[in-house]
Structures are given as structure tokens and as C-alpha cells.
């Protein structure tokens, strides 16, 4: 068992039972988004979101626990990632942030610093020195090689649709070709690649570079070999995501759902092609748990999902039983937490432990493998700990007999019977989930004023299987409206709510979900609130960032299709007239992922049948709001507005 030091810090940490927090704490960004510490244990790098909702990374001494540098890149620029190449050397990957609930677009930038903020270079894309015109992702560290990296790289202007690979200096920026794959990049993604111990690149998917279409896994023997196709997978027929190869290089592991309708962890034999389950789940994805050493992984030794809670099992037969029995006996010290080794010294001695939930801050701590004592390093919002009201899981059927899960998040110190709800979809809306891992605030801000928050993982949802996810393609306004609604009319059955007092509220595909409930239902809902969302369907192939590639518009297609029954009989700016509830509309002028003039139609809609709205919009906000201030004045008058609805709850 781990010693009890961890128990001691919960005793000395601050408690306030019970105590209300203000609009203003939870519009603070987290202290800290994620910690790792350096192969030799000197130094613990940390990246933190900044006022302007950019990130930047921040270099700590462990002796005294000093901020010894720190690294803050301008304008719309943001670190996508960090790790350390060697003992005393960062390399960070950049991405642009247009929104907070939108996903960061990488640049293809690679930029390497030393842990005292020295020798600051950029190493790839058009700032660096040798000012070239592609966009590179990481595809090894090379733990054995201190002064090199493996990347890919593309071009952002050619339409070739090769992949280069490159052996980089982290120093000097300096780059060794090592070979080239047939397959297309796509802008703002990674290539998924997977090398051998000596950095070679041998296994890679992507895009057929003459159908878009299809994924293809390549793989060769040798740098100079060519390149075998392994397997071929149509869009929405199935995936395989590599991870890692066996210790002989005969096999990879992947996530995959080309034989099962949730993603499995599945094994390839490179010589018979032959594809073998490994583990799964019937109703949810699930994703590996890895032991690994010097920075590598090394074995697959258990699985995590999530359905009625934060799930994991160990595999019996595996190497690494020290591993194994140590990462479980952490997951014991934090029941009902997300547990994970952010990263270890290269001898695995010390840990960056992290332990999170919708209940829970972020929390990182630092355990001791040889004394097996975990002990308290940073806490993401130590001004949120302990006092969050509190969020489960809730589970209950769709008209049509579907099983579903949402997620309940209740006012504190209040019983849950007959209470106003709001109803509060996620974004997305594919490929996403509301879970139980993670804090969101909007739900936990309207619970603190007293509302029940009921965020339902409608079909079309990620998680839970590739069946699951497709079968709300084409149905944004009609399946997957009544999945949510289904949940709220089992919450009124239980007696949780009052059916009298009922809002919708959500942000990008949630806030077009908002409002179509509302039409879909106009006589159960009494308010809603759009923000940042949809409101014309076939406006989002014309405006927007999503059409501006081949790619985007394809998915586009898979999402909604181009029949009128989908753009016009599913899109909210033409069916107002059916619309009772009052409505708030809430947006960002540089919104690149649903632009302004979806909102501005929405306005203008309503306004021409003198429907009750509200209108804000914010100059330097994109896709969801980042400035503390903004959130604090889009939550204040978003309980004003609910309040009126449906009834004055607590207010701070």
C-alpha cells in the first residue's frame, strides 16, 4: 500500500465545506494545465493558460520549488504541447487557439528551449532558420539519441501528398532526411507514425493520397524499402490508431474498431496481416494503459473506459507486474478519479502522478516509486477544491429503446426533487462526450445558483462506439434532439424536476441543440441560450474554416448531408415560427468555427417577429469566450436571463 503522506496532505489542505464560489473564481484559469518533470529529476516543467487564454510553459528548480524561467509566445499563438528531449532541453509544438471551445489548429512549429529559458530556437516552419514552408509533427523522442528527434513533415501549399520524415537536431535545427510515405497530411492534424528503437520510421497512417476517403496502413522493413499496404479502411467503416510495436517489431498495437463497433485494443501480425482483439467493451470505447522506461512505452498492461464510472482493468499475463501493481495501487489512493503517470524520471524512480474528475481539480503530485510515497506538488485551482457541487452519472432509455447515459450535476445543500433544470448539450457534436473525468464549469457555475444541469450523451456522441456515433449523422435536429429530450422527461418522471422551470443552454453544435429543442418542444422549455452556435446548417458550407479544405466539406457531408430535409427542415433559422421560449444569443465577432453571421440571422429572424431576445458579443472573443472578464459578464447575464424564466435561484 502507498504511505499515508498522501492522507496527511488532504488533512492539511484547506477545507470550506460547503461554501459558495464565486462567478469570478471559477472564471480564473487553472493554475496549472500540466506537469512533467525532467528525465534526471531536476526540474518540473508546467504549462498554465495566461490572461489572453494563450498557454505558456513555466520551468521550476525542484530544490526549491523556483520558477527558473518561463516562455510566452505572442498574438494568437499557443503551446499545444511540451516534453523534455533530454535532461535539460523542452520541445514544445505550437498550435493557434480561436476560441475556448474550439480545437487548437496546429501550426506544424517545433520550437526547443533550454530549462533555463536559454538557446531558444525555432526549429521548424517558416520562423525558423531555415525558413521553409511545411508543418512537422513529432513521431519519436529518441530517449537513446540526447541531440535528435524524429518528425514528419508536409507542405501547407503543394498539393504532393507525401510525408517526409526527418531526423532533427534540437540544437542547431538541422534535418537528415530519412525517407518519405505515401499519404496525405491534413492542415492542423498530426501524422500518426510509429518508429522502431533506432528512431526509423516503419509504420504510418494517414489519407489515401488519390481518395480521400480512405485511411491506409503502410509499412516497410527498411529506410530505402517500399512502403506495403497493410490495411485500407473507408471513413466511418472502422479505424486503426497504432500505438506501439512489440519488443520483436512483428507486431503493432492499436486502438481499433474495424471488428467491433466500440474501439478495441486489437494487434496486427506484420507478416500475416491477421488483425486480433485483444480487449474490449460492448457499450464503450476503451483506451490502453501502458507501462513504460526511459521516456518509452514498453507493454500494454490494462484498460480504462467510462460508463458507470472510471473503469480500469489489468491484464494478468504482463511483464511489468511492478508497473502494474503501482499504478493500481495510485488508482486506489484516488477512487473515483482519473488517474495517470504524466511522466517519470528516466529511471522511473519519480512520477508526475495526476488525479482528476467532474468533482475534482486537477491535482499533480509526485510519487516515489523506491519509497512508494506519493506526495503533494500543484493543484490546477486550488480555489475550487473540495467545495464543487457535485456531478454523477445518470443513465435511462430513448423512446426507441436505446440505452443512454448523461451526466447530473445538483445544487449543493439542496434535495433533488422538483428543481429547475437547465438542459445543456455538448459541442461537437461527433466524437465528443460529456464525462465524468472532467470539470465543466458552466455546469458547475449554474448548479452553484441552483439548477439542476442535465448534459445527456446524446447519439452522435463519441465514446461509445462507432454505431453509436454515426447513427445521429444526418439527425441533428430530429434523433438527437429527442435523445435530450428523453433524458429531461425521465428527470421530470423521477421527480428531480419541475417540469414548470426548464431552460436549454449549450455552445457550438449545443447551442444550435438549445435552440432546436426549443423548437422541437416549444412547450417545455422556457428559455434558451445560444452560444456560439448553428443556426442555418447550409451556411456551414459556405462560411467558416470547416469548408476551406476538400476534407472539411467531406465530413461536412457525412455530418448533414445536402438534402433540404436536412439544411432547411433541421436548421433553426427556418422554423422560428414554431419557437416559444425567450432567447439569448451570445457570441465571439472572430469566431472562425461558426461565424458571427449565424448570429446575426438569428437576430434578425427574431427581431422581425418581435420574438424576446438578448444579444451579446464580444470584439475579441472567437469560438467560447477565454478572457476571465467575458466569462464573468456572459455568466452573470446568463442567470439574470434564467433567472426571469424560470425562477429566481441563489444568487452570489
Given at each position: 500500500?502507498?504511505?499515508?503522506?498522501?492522507?496527511?496532505?488532504?488533512?492539511?489542505?484547506?477545507?470550506?465545506?460547503?461554501?459558495?464560489?464565486?462567478?469570478?473564481?471559477?472564471?480564473?484559469?487553472?493554475?496549472?494545465?500540466?506537469?512533467?518533470?525532467?528525465?534526471?529529476?531536476?526540474?518540473?516543467?508546467?504549462?498554465?493558460?495566461?490572461?489572453?487564454?494563450?498557454?505558456?510553459?513555466?520551468?521550476?528548480?525542484?530544490?526549491?520549488?523556483?520558477?527558473?524561467?518561463?516562455?510566452?509566445?505572442?498574438?494568437?499563438?499557443?503551446?499545444?504541447?511540451?516534453?523534455?528531449?533530454?535532461?535539460?532541453?523542452?520541445?514544445?509544438?505550437?498550435?493557434?487557439?480561436?476560441?475556448?471551445?474550439?480545437?487548437?489548429?496546429?501550426?506544424?512549429?517545433?520550437?526547443?528551449?533550454?530549462?533555463?529559458?536559454?538557446?531558444?530556437?525555432?526549429?521548424?516552419?517558416?520562423?525558423?532558420?531555415?525558413?521553409?514552408?511545411?508543418?512537422?509533427?513529432?513521431?519519436?523522442?529518441?530517449?537513446?539519441?540526447?541531440?535528435?528527434?524524429?518528425?514528419?513533415?508536409?507542405?501547407?501549399?503543394?498539393?504532393?501528398?507525401?510525408?517526409?520524415?526527418?531526423?532533427?537536431?534540437?540544437?542547431?535545427?538541422?534535418?537528415?532526411?530519412?525517407?518519405?510515405?505515401?499519404?496525405?497530411?491534413?492542415?492542423?492534424?498530426?501524422?500518426?507514425?510509429?518508429?522502431?528503437?533506432?528512431?526509423?520510421?516503419?509504420?504510418?497512417?494517414?489519407?489515401?493520397?488519390?481518395?480521400?476517403?480512405?485511411?491506409?496502413?503502410?509499412?516497410?522493413?527498411?529506410?530505402?524499402?517500399?512502403?506495403?499496404?497493410?490495411?485500407?479502411?473507408?471513413?466511418?467503416?472502422?479505424?486503426?490508431?497504432?500505438?506501439?510495436?512489440?519488443?520483436?517489431?512483428?507486431?503493432?498495437?492499436?486502438?481499433?474498431?474495424?471488428?467491433?463497433?466500440?474501439?478495441?485494443?486489437?494487434?496486427?501480425?506484420?507478416?500475416?496481416?491477421?488483425?486480433?482483439?485483444?480487449?474490449?467493451?460492448?457499450?464503450?470505447?476503451?483506451?490502453?494503459?501502458?507501462?513504460?522506461?526511459?521516456?518509452?512505452?514498453?507493454?500494454?498492461?490494462?484498460?480504462?473506459?467510462?460508463?458507470?464510472?472510471?473503469?480500469?482493468?489489468?491484464?494478468?499475463?504482463?511483464?511489468?507486474?511492478?508497473?502494474?501493481?503501482?499504478?493500481?495501487?495510485?488508482?486506489?489512493?484516488?477512487?473515483?478519479?482519473?488517474?495517470?503517470?504524466?511522466?517519470?524520471?528516466?529511471?522511473?524512480?519519480?512520477?508526475?502522478?495526476?488525479?482528476?474528475?467532474?468533482?475534482?481539480?486537477?491535482?499533480?503530485?509526485?510519487?516515489?516509486?523506491?519509497?512508494?510515497?506519493?506526495?503533494?506538488?500543484?493543484?490546477?485551482?486550488?480555489?475550487?477544491?473540495?467545495?464543487?457541487?457535485?456531478?454523477?452519472?445518470?443513465?435511462?432509455?430513448?423512446?426507441?429503446?436505446?440505452?443512454?447515459?448523461?451526466?447530473?450535476?445538483?445544487?449543493?445543500?439542496t434535495a433533488a426533487k422538483n428543481l429547475p433544470l437547465i438542459m445543456l448539450p455538448h459541442g461537437g457534436p461527433h466524437g465528443i462526450r460529456d464525462s465524468i473525468a472532467y470539470i465543466d464549469k458552466d455546469a458547475k457555475v449554474l448548479a452553484e445558483h441552483g439548477y439542476?444541469v442535465f448534459q445527456p450523451n446524446f447519439r452522435g456522441s463519441g465514446g461509445f462506439g462507432r454505431d453509436f456515433l454515426t447513427s445521429g449523422y444526418q439527425k441533428w435536429g430530429t434523433l438527437m434532439i429527442d435523445d435530450m429530450t428523453d433524458g429531461v422527461m425521465q428527470?421530470?418522471?423521477?421527480?428531480?424536476?419541475?417540469?414548470?422551470?426548464?431552460?436549454?443552454?449549450?455552445?457550438?453544435?449545443?447551442?444550435?441543440?438549445?435552440?432546436?429543442?426549443?423548437?422541437?418542444?416549444?412547450?417545455?422549455?422556457?428559455?434558451?441560450?445560444?452560444?456560439?452556435?448553428?443556426?442555418?446548417?447550409?451556411?456551414?458550407?459556405?462560411?467558416?474554416?470547416?469548408?476551406?479544405?476538400?476534407?472539411?466539406?467531406?465530413?461536412?457531408?457525412?455530418?448533414?448531408?445536402?438534402?433540404?430535409?436536412?439544411?432547411?427542415?433541421q436548421s433553426p433559422i427556418h422554423n422560428l415560427d414554431k419557437l416559444k421560449a425567450p432567447v439569448f444569443i451570445i457570441h465571439g465577432a472572430l469566431d472562425q468555427r461558426v461565424p458571427l453571421s449565424h448570429a446575426e440571422k438569428l437576430r434578425d429572424g427574431l427581431q422581425?417577429?418581435?420574438?424576446?431576445?438578448?444579444?451579446?458579443?464580444?470584439?475579441?472573443?472567437?469560438?467560447?469566450?477565454?478572457?476571465?472578464?467575458?466569462?464573468?459578464?456572459?455568466?452573470?447575464?446568463?442567470?439574470?436571463?434564467?433567472?426571469?424564466?424560470?425562477?429566481?435561484?441563489?444568487?452570489?
Amino acid at each position: 500500500m502507498l504511505k499515508r503522506t498522501i492522507l496527511a496532505l488532504w488533512l492539511l489542505w484547506p477545507l470550506v465545506l460547503a461554501a459558495e464560489i464565486s462567478i469570478a473564481d471559477y472564471a480564473k484559469h487553472n493554475q496549472f494545465i500540466e506537469v512533467k518533470i525532467s528525465p534526471t529529476g531536476q526540474y518540473l516543467a508546467a504549462t498554465n493558460r495566461v490572461e489572453d487564454g494563450t498557454i505558456q510553459i513555466v520551468v521550476i528548480d525542484r530544490k526549491d520549488m523556483k520558477v527558473i524561467s518561463q516562455r510566452h509566445f505572442s498574438g494568437a499563438d499557443s503551446i499545444a504541447s511540451f516534453d523534455w528531449a533530454n535532461k535539460n532541453r523542452l520541445i514544445l509544438t505550437l498550435a493557434r487557439e480561436f476560441g475556448a471551445l474550439e480545437a487548437p489548429m496546429y501550426t506544424g512549429e517545433i520550437f526547443a528551449v533550454d530549462a533555463n529559458g536559454k538557446k531558444e530556437v525555432m526549429l521548424t516552419g517558416y520562423r525558423s532558420r531555415a525558413k521553409d514552408t511545411t508543418a512537422s509533427s513529432i513521431v519519436d523522442f529518441m530517449p537513446e539519441d540526447k541531440n535528435h528527434i524524429m518528425i514528419a513533415s508536409w507542405s501547407w501549399f503543394s498539393k504532393e501528398p507525401h510525408v517526409e520524415f526527418y531526423r532533427l537536431n534540437i540544437i542547431s535545427g538541422r534535418k537528415f532526411r530519412a525517407g518519405t510515405a505515401p499519404i496525405r497530411a491534413i492542415k492542423g492534424t498530426m501524422v500518426r507514425a510509429l518508429a522502431e528503437k533506432d528512431g526509423f520510421v516503419s509504420l504510418v497512417v494517414g489519407i489515401d493520397p488519390t481518395d480521400i476517403s480512405q485511411n491506409v496502413l503502410l509499412h516497410r522493413t527498411e529506410s530505402n524499402s517500399n512502403w506495403r499496404e497493410i490495411k485500407r479502411y473507408s471513413r466511418n467503416k472502422g479505424d486503426f490508431i497504432p500505438l506501439t510495436f512489440s519488443a520483436d517489431n512483428k507486431k503493432v498495437y492499436g486502438i481499433s474498431d474495424t471488428n467491433s463497433s466500440t474501439q478495441s485494443i486489437s494487434v496486427i501480425d506484420l507478416d500475416s496481416l491477421q488483425e486480433t482483439i485483444l480487449a474490449t467493451h460492448p457499450k464503450v470505447d476503451i483506451r490502453p494503459i501502458f507501462s513504460f522506461r526511459n521516456g518509452k512505452t514498453t507493454e500494454i498492461i490494462g484498460t480504462r473506459y467510462e460508463y458507470d464510472a472510471i473503469n480500469s482493468q489489468y491484464f494478468q499475463d504482463v511483464n511489468d507486474t511492478k508497473f502494474s501493481s503501482q499504478l493500481q495501487g495510485l488508482e486506489a489512493a484516488f477512487p473515483g478519479q482519473l488517474v495517470q503517470i504524466n511522466s517519470a524520471t528516466a529511471d522511473n524512480s519519480l512520477m508526475v502522478v495526476s488525479a482528476r474528475s467532474a468533482n475534482n481539480t486537477p491535482t499533480f503530485y509526485l510519487y516515489d516509486t523506491k519509497n512508494n510515497k506519493v506526495s503533494f506538488l500543484l493543484t490546477a485551482a486550488p480555489w475550487l477544491e473540495n467545495k464543487l457541487p457535485e456531478t454523477q452519472i445518470v443513465h435511462y432509455k430513448a423512446r426507441d429503446g436505446q440505452e443512454l447515459q448523461g451526466l447530473l450535476t445538483l445544487p449543493k445543500n439542496t434535495a433533488a426533487k422538483n428543481l429547475p433544470l437547465i438542459m445543456l448539450p455538448h459541442g461537437g457534436p461527433h466524437g465528443i462526450r460529456d464525462s465524468i473525468a472532467y470539470i465543466d464549469k458552466d455546469a458547475k457555475v449554474l448548479a452553484e445558483h441552483g439548477y439542476a444541469v442535465f448534459q445527456p450523451n446524446f447519439r452522435g456522441s463519441g465514446g461509445f462506439g462507432r454505431d453509436f456515433l454515426t447513427s445521429g449523422y444526418q439527425k441533428w435536429g430530429t434523433l438527437m434532439i429527442d435523445d435530450m429530450t428523453d433524458g429531461v422527461m425521465q428527470l421530470i418522471t423521477d421527480g428531480i424536476v419541475d417540469k414548470q422551470r426548464i431552460c436549454s443552454y449549450g455552445g457550438s453544435y449545443g447551442g444550435y441543440a438549445a435552440l432546436m429543442s426549443a423548437i422541437r418542444e416549444p412547450d417545455l422549455y422556457q428559455c434558451v441560450i445560444n452560444f456560439v452556435g448553428v443556426t442555418d446548417l447550409a451556411l456551414m458550407f459556405k462560411e467558416g474554416d470547416i469548408p476551406t479544405s476538400n476534407m472539411g466539406t467531406s465530413v461536412l457531408e457525412d455530418y448533414l448531408g445536402r438534402s433540404d430535409d436536412v439544411l432547411v427542415k433541421q436548421s433553426p433559422i427556418h422554423n422560428l415560427d414554431k419557437l416559444k421560449a425567450p432567447v439569448f444569443i451570445i457570441h465571439g465577432a472572430l469566431d472562425q468555427r461558426v461565424p458571427l453571421s449565424h448570429a446575426e440571422k438569428l437576430r434578425d429572424g427574431l427581431q422581425q417577429r418581435n420574438h424576446p431576445m438578448e444579444w451579446l458579443v464580444k470584439a475579441t472573443e472567437g469560438h467560447g469566450f477565454y478572457k476571465p472578464e467575458n466569462n464573468i459578464e456572459r455568466w452573470q447575464k446568463m442567470l439574470a436571463f434564467i433567472d426571469k424564466y424560470i425562477g429566481k435561484a441563489n444568487s452570489i
